[in-house]
């Protein structure tokens, strides 16, 4: 009998382990582990858990329909779960394990031991990439070390895609039969546990026949224009498949294909190039995070920086978490983000650095909160995007680029709609007022003033840079 463990994978299209475990015409069976401690432990946001859990639901009707049966275990945590999978291989006489390799330490470490046991008696395990494009350490520079510099490894990706690029499995060889759906309870008792609006969920389609149908209208619809307004908030620009891609409803190399063939449209193909860009960032930064395993523990990737005094305002986080900082962009990025579950890059970027830049507050705060609201929680784009905005981590914003929230603002939402849309208080305002509310002296309403100024910022952040390194 042979196993596919499914885990951050919950598909069926371009999946090699499913493809390679079905192709003997043996019998198969699948798995699935859940682990609500690990997500308590990481403050998974519940509208992120409850995402993969209706993804999970629909995986294990697609699977039973097609003849494989999934079963679905609850391991509490990584630690449970080494026993449950042991256990699980014992029971059903299994001899080879399929499934895709995840990077973070502790998913290692729990692969590891997983590894340990079923290889003393003999089980085959057989790990697959399809997970990212490029596999963590197929990269390296000249003198064999890791890339920390975005430029340089994306020259070096796209040679790599270009010679090897991720094959397509073939279809799988489903069984003739139909199959069962173990542990679907222990799915529905998951979701009736999670404390979780109506609202935010409405937004969002779990599964995988969701997020294929959203790359198509995608690449079909936007894509061209992503170069050009991939920026501007408002807009329904970028693809919002981060979460598809992060809980593996997409496969990347699925998105990677569509964004090339709609490259053969003349119009399409700037914005198809810069789309293929960012899934090279999301490549980066999982690399990243796999060869410099420290950074899972809350280390800055530059050391110095562990030097510098954060600063500990709770009202001033409270202000920022509850989107009244009293910059508009700001705090509409916040409702944003609280609200739907998602936040725009480029205002994860300005509220990122106004937190640890204009506030001065140490980015693990920021990445934390991020990851109990965000929908797309990842570890790796998460901590990259918090550490490159600190100017803590690889390829950092310098430390001494500090973002002006108003200059932001008038050139990324220069007529105020989308501000209007979540700071509801300012929707009366002009296109040049809603900038700068307390510029207003009839302003209603309890909209409050500017928590800092943004005069003096960057002279701050920078002496306190210089403090650290020159400490160091
Ligand atoms: P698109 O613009 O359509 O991009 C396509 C895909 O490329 C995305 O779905 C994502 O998988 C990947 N991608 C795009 N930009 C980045 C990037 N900078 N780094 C890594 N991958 C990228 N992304 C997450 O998936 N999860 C997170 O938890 C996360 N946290 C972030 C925190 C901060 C402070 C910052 C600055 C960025 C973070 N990002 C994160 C990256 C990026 O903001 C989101 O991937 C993107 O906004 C998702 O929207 P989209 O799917 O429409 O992206």
């Known amino acids: ?67 494989v049966d999934l079963h679905v275990i609850d391991g509490g945590d990584f630690e449970g779960t080494v026993g ?13 394990v399929f499934c895709n390799r995840e990077y973070p330490l502790n998913e290692l470490n729990r692969d590891r031991a997983v590894a340990r046991e079923l290889e003393a008696e003999g089980v085959r ?50 069984p003739r039969r139909r199959g069962r759906f173990v542990g679907h309870d222990t799915v529905d008792g998951a979701l009736s546990a999670l404390s979780l609006g109506q609202a935010p969920r409405a937004l969002w389609l779990p599964g995988e026949d969701a997020a294929v149908r959203r790359l198509k209208v995608f690449v079909e619809e936007h894509i061209g224009d992503y170069k050009r307004l991939r920026d501007v908030p408002a807009e329904t620009a970028t693809s919002e498949l981060s979460v598809a891609l992060s809980a593996g409803t ?16 003349p119009a399409a193909r700037e914005g198809a190039v810069t789309w293929i860009g960012e899934l ?33 305002n709770e009202a001033h986080f409270a202000a920022w978490c509850n989107g009244r900082t009293g910059y508009p962009l700001v705090d509409a990025a916040m409702r944003q983000l609280v609200s739907t579950g998602w936040m725009h890059n480029r205002l994860r970027m300005l509220t990122a650095m106004f937190l640890t830049k204009h506030l001065f507050i140490d980015w693990r705060r920021g990445e934390r909160f991020f990851m109990q609201h965000l929908i797309d929680g990842d570890f790796a784009a998460n901590n990259g995007g918090w550490q490159w905005s600190a100017s ?13 929230p108003v200059r932001q603002s008038r050139r990324f939402d220069p007529e105020g709609r989308f501000i209007a849309r979540y700071v509801t208080e300012l929707a009366e305002l002009d296109n040049n007022a809603i900038h700068e509310p307390w510029k207003q002296p009839l302003l209603t309403g309890d909209y409050p003033p500017p928590l800092v100024p943004h005069e003096g910022v960057k002279q701050r952040v920078e002496a306190a840079f210089r403090a650290a390194r020159d400490a160091w």
């Open 1 to 67: 009998m042979r196993l596919i463990w499914f885990r951050n994978d919950l598909r069926c299209h371009s999946h090699t382990p499913l493809q390679r475990a079905l192709a003997a015409g043996e019998p198969v069976i699948a798995l699935y582990v859940l682990c609500p401690g690990q997500w308590d432990r990481h403050g998974v946001a519940p509208l992120r858990r409850w995402y993969v859990l209706e993804s999970l639901l629909e995986l294990g009707h697609t699977l039973a329909s097609r003849g």
């Open 84 to 96: 449950v999978v042991t256990d699980f291989v014992r029971q059903h006489n299994i001899t080879d």
């Open 125 to 174: 395990i057989h790990g697959f990439d399809d997970g990212v494009l490029v596999p963590p350490r197929s990269l390296n520079t000249g003198k064999g070390t890791p890339y920390t510099v975005f430029t340089a490894y994306k020259r070096r990706w796209d040679q790599w895609m270009e010679e090897y690029g991720p094959q397509v499995p073939e279809a799988p060889r489903w």
């Open 250 to 265: 997409l496969a990347p190399a699925e998105a990677w294909r569509a964004a090339r063939m709609a490259m053969r449209d």
């Open 280 to 312: 090279a960032w999301r490549d980066f930064y999982r690399q990243i995070l796999h060869r410099f395993p420290a950074l899972a523990k809350g280390a800055p990737f530059r050391p110095e920086t562990r030097l510098l005094r954060w600063n500990d």
């Open 392 to 404: 803590t981590g690889t390829d950092a914003a310098p430390y001494f680029r500090v973002f002006s």
